[in-house]
């Protein structure tokens, strides 16, 4: 067995996302004690986040609580909190849970507190922009996407109903190509015999980009598939339009001739792009690692932290030989890590350096129709790429009775036409405006009143940056 004086070796784990996850689960069985420190008390799969949203599945399917997970692993305590301060001279990390401060000391550190979403500078468009990266998030889109159909239903003024019918995605990425599919399916199959004085059917939905293509990074080939298909949907694709403006009844772009347009919208969902954790630049000032665009700090091969060996950086937050914001780089690295560790503690020679294996990337469009890439050559596109997503989704959930409730409400949603998960309640509606009045940042997200500066100066710094992360 392998201590440190008296103890066994500490190692903090910082976030219960996929990297978190994983290295923690490949620390069982071994000598040391790990602390996983998280601000949410579940682990999330984000990829079904739009399901959630849009009423396919529940939360609870896509985020079980952590502490269940790692009931049986004895060697792992769970503990609640945003982390604030992280003291690499001290050796310890600065937590807090509704007020209270936690200051975990660690012999080995693991940083996985992924990334938020990113309005390019922009942050006042976050209040009519909800973007899709938690739970929070999700049921937020929920209530909008739902209500926004009711209260269209309620609407006299024709324009006014109108423009609660119509909704924008901003980011033709796989969020936003999944987003406007799923709404897509909802004005066409779900919701069609619900309503008396609207016609469903009618909805615009359009998926706005700044870039030429939709879905850039699965190739020419599957990007024209998938922006034929979401045609076929009643999608509109406006393509080389830069949103400039948000506010609660629309948007307006700018195309590359500097034309702007007005689109009239209530619902507006932001997918547009992601900003590493304000962690990572905590970590960047305390070593001298560079950060990359996206505020990703950049680790050295091994992924930890330069002179720092006994830190380690993975997943969102990490810039590494240009590997992408993934869940397998995320989980990958996970295992990498904990591997280095434990042959550090029983003194074998060091491992290489980390390498990504590929196993390829994977969009739906709609239900029966998706985009898949595996390796270099294959790719697919239509009903066997979905079904291709279909098993490998259920077979990273994590937990046999979400796989098999998750399973079932895609029974219900794809073959039916039914969504099992349509409760939304008032606060989930009006929480971000009032969390915008109070000037309590969304979490994870900066907040332009917040006024309360945290007590310690790292602190103040991270809640500084966390404000400016997307500048
Ligand atoms: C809508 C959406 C769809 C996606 N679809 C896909 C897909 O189809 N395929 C794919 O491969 N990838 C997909 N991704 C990306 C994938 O989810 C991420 O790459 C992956 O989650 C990264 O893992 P991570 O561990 O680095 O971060 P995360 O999974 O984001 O985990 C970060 C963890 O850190 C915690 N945390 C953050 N800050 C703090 C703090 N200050 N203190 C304490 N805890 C903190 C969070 O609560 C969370 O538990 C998608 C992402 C989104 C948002």
């Known amino acids: 067995m392998t201590m440190i004086g008296s103890r066994r070796h500490r190692v903090v784990v910082i976030g219960s996302g996929f990297g ?22 579940s682990h999330l799969f984000q990829p079904l986040l739009y ?27 769970v503990l ?22 936690t200051v975990t000391p660690y012999d080995t550190l693991i940083v996985a507190a992924g990334a938020t979403t990113s309005y390019f500078g922009n942050d006042a468009f976050q209040l009519n922009a909800p973007g899709l990266k938690s739970i929070d998030d999700a049921l937020e889109l929920r209530g909008r996407i739902f209500g926004a159909f009711e209260l ?3 609407e006299t003024d024709p324009e006014v109903r109108t423009e609660y019918m119509t909704f924008v995605i901003v980011g033709a990425g796989a969020t936003g190509v999944e987003m406007a599919g799923q709404i897509s399916e909802l004005a066409h199959r779900t ?82 792009g992601v900003h590493a954790s304000s962690l990572a630049r905590a970590l960047a000032e305390q070593t001298g690692a560079e950060l990359d665009r996206g505020g990703r700090v950049k680790v050295l091969p091994d992924c930890t932290l330069p002179g720092h060996p006994d830190v380690f950086a993975i997943g969102d937050m990490m810039s590494l030989n ?51 890439s595996v390796g270099s050559r294959l790719r697919f596109s239509g ?16 937990g046999f009775k979400n796989r098999l409730t998750t399973v079932l409400h895609w029974a219900i949603s794809f073959v039916g036409r039914g969504r099992s998960q349509r409760t939304t309640t008032h606060q989930q509606l009006v929480a971000r405006a009032a969390l915008h009045q109070l000037g309590v940042a ?25 404000r400016s992360s997307t500048g």
């Open 191 to 272: 919701l069609p015999q619900d309503f008396r004085n609207i016609d469903t059917r009618q909805t615009r939905i359009i998926l706005v980009d700044a870039m030429d293509s939709v879905l850039t990074s699965f190739g020419t080939k599957l990007s024209a598939g998938a922006a034929k298909q979401l045609k076929e949907l009643g999608v509109e694709v406006w393509l080389g339009e830069k949103v400039v403006d948000v506010d609660e009844r629309g948007i307006t772009v700018v195309d590359g001739a500097d034309q702007r347009t007005r689109i009239a919208a209530r619902t507006v969902v932001w997918a547009a």
């Open 80 to 101: 609640l909190g945003d982390v604030h301060d992280i003291d690499l001279a001290h050796k310890t990390v600065t937590s807090s849970a509704a007020g209270a401060e």
């Open 442 to 466: 969304q979490l994870g997200m900066p907040s332009e009143g917040r006024t309360d500066a945290p007590a310690t100066s790292t602190s103040a710094r991270v809640e500084a940056d966390r």
């Open 383 to 398: 009903f066997i790429a979905w079904l291709l997503w279909l098993v490998i989704h259920v077979l990273y959930l994590v």
């Open 51 to 77: 399901q959630v949203a849009t009423g396919i599945l529940s939360e609870g399917e896509i985020a079980p609580p952590t502490r269940e997970i790692l009931r049986r692993q004895d060697n792992v305590r």
């Open 152 to 154: 269209a239903e309620l």
């Open 322 to 372: 240009d590997y992408p914001g993934v869940a397998q780089v995320a989980m990958q690295q996970g295992k990498y890590v904990a591997d280095v560790l434990i042959d550090r503690l029983r003194g074998r020679a060091p491992k290489g350096p980390f390498h990504y294996f590929d196993k390829g990337s994977m969009a739906t469009i709609s239900r029966f129709q998706a985009v898949a």
């Open 20 to 41: 978190g996850l994983f290295a923690t689960k490949r620390l069982n069985h071994s000598d040391v004690d790990v602390t996983m420190i998280s601000r949410t008390t």
